[in-house]
């Protein structure tokens, strides 16, 4: 069996393949050290470009498994992209649960900074004034609602549930899980925003959800509710978000995802003083590649042996 690999991967992957495995390495430009016509499994570095992903489709078209260490594959299912893998009957398999261990303890993070006013204490600190009075508040009691329950919806959960915040959640396919007091259906978790003091965004970005937080959410928010996106940035209408933002519908947003990555400096984002931007970055652990390597060996291993694969994305939904 021969398996393309990325250059930046490759050889940490390598010597955890079987020895009847033979590898074809490919840059991120979409150039191969070798013939990769007969190759059936491809394993993809992050985000991989459309044009690229099309070099790499025509070199090989033998290929049969994609994995790509992304959980969110909206880059790769892209119309066109899509229409290829339903007719070339490509499996395609995600990162899902790689990242959901760090992106939940980003997520209480931006919990406890907004609830302890860290952002304030540490302008503080820089200035050498002593001041009391905050409205610090406790997390116990609060309500959590995570609009998107799968693998980080879930760790997230758990670590809430923690510090004894009551957690509710969404999901396309509702049922009930551990560290949830309740788990409703797509089309229900608007009804439980104005109980949340919390939001958090973690729903795939797919043809479905792409502006999902519009302005009629927002304006569900209670005015002390703190929103938090740690998944795409288009999955919220954006200008919606910063009328809601600069007009104080609520108290503000930590927002790890935007839709036009890096940033521009001119974003009004920046400058808002009740938003906390960060650069993409909550999923980034010095843990990741070896969860993503493990994850990969054994679904090869499924592979070979016509096991069913982990992960495998619904092509038509995206995700």
Same mark, same amino acid.
């Given at each position: ?29 979409? %150039?191969?050290?070798?013939?990769? +016509?007969?190759?059936?499994? #491809? ?30 594959? %909206? ?18 398999? %995600? ?17 406890? &900074? ?7 204490? #540490? ?30 919806? @879930? ?14 959640? +969404? ?7 551990? %560290? ?10 608007? $009804?439980? =925003? ?21 302005? &009629? ?6 005015? +002390?509710?703190? =929103? ?12 919606? =978000?910063?009328? &809601? ?25 920046? $400058? ?31 592979? @070979? ?15």
């Amino acid at each position: 069996m021969k398996i393309i690999l990325p250059t930046d991967l490759a050889a940490d992957i390598e010597p955890h393949l079987p020895p009847n495995t033979a590898v074809v390495r490919v840059d991120t430009d979409g %150039n191969f050290d070798g013939d990769a +016509s007969d190759a059936e499994v #491809y394993f993809s570095w992050y985000l991989v470009k459309s044009h690229i992903l099309d070099k790499i489709l025509a070199a090989a078209p033998r290929i049969r498994w994609h994995h790509a260490p992304n959980a969110g594959v %909206n880059h790769i299912l892209t119309p066109t992209h899509t229409a290829i893998y339903l007719e070339r009957d490509i499996i395609l398999t %995600n990162g899902a649960g790689v990242h959901a261990i760090p992106i939940a303890e980003f997520v209480i993070t931006f919990i406890l &900074a907004h609830a302890k006013h860290l952002r304030e204490l #540490y302008a503080l600190q820089a200035e050498h004034y002593w001041k009391r009075g905050f409205n610090i508040q406790e997390l116990k009691g609060s309500t959590l609602l995570i609009i998107g329950a799968g693998h980080i919806g @879930q760790e997230i959960a758990a670590r809430a549930q923690a510090f004894g915040i009551r957690v509710l959640g +969404s999901r396309r396919h509702p049922q009930a899980l551990p %560290n949830f007091e309740k788990v409703v259906g797509a089309d229900e978790w608007r $009804s439980l =925003l104005p109980e949340a003091d919390y939001v958090v965004i973690a729903t795939p970005l797919t043809k479905d959800t792409k502006g999902l937080i519009d302005e &009629a959410a927002l304006r569900l928010l209670r005015p +002390s509710a703190y =929103l938090i996106n740690i998944a795409r940035g288009a999955v919220v209408d954006e200008p919606a =978000l910063l009328k &809601a933002l600069g007009e104080g519908w609520f108290a503000g947003a930590a927002l790890d995802t935007l839709v036009t990555e890096p940033l521009p400096p001119e974003s009004p984002f920046w $400058s808002l003083p009740n938003v906390f931007v960060t650069p993409h970055c909550t999923a980034h652990s010095p843990r990741t590649k070896e969860r993503t390597i493990a994850l990969f060996i054994d679904n090869l291993r499924r592979y @070979q042996m016509g096991q069913p694969l982990r992960n495998v994305v619904d092509k038509e939904a995206g995700y």
